[in-house]
């Protein structure tokens, strides 16, 4: 289960962050800001799972990252492309 944790608070560290990459260089001041609560919830989930990690809690970690930044730039570019 911690795995599952870790790999879910990893993938979605990531995913905030590339949003947030996105909303700064657009100057959404508001949505940044929210979306920084994001960041800073799921950095705490991880600092309190990661100390301790097993092998596959390892795994979980180092899997949620990349998918993570994918699913975000996938979303992103997608919504992106909807006319207002």
Request: charged share 10%; proline share 5%; with cysteine.
């Amino acid at each position: 289960m911690t795995a599952l944790a870790l790999f879910a608070s990893t993938y979605l560290l990531v995913m905030a962050l590339g949003a947030q990459s996105l909303l700064v260089n657009n100057g959404r001041y508001l949505p940044a800001a929210c979306n920084s609560l994001a960041i800073g919830s799921m950095n705490l989930v991880l600092f309190k799972l990661a100390p301790e990690a097993s092998g596959a809690e390892i795994a979980g970690f180092l899997t949620g990252g990349p998918i993570g930044i994918v699913s975000a730039m996938w979303l992103l570019r997608r919504y992106h492309r909807r006319p207002a």
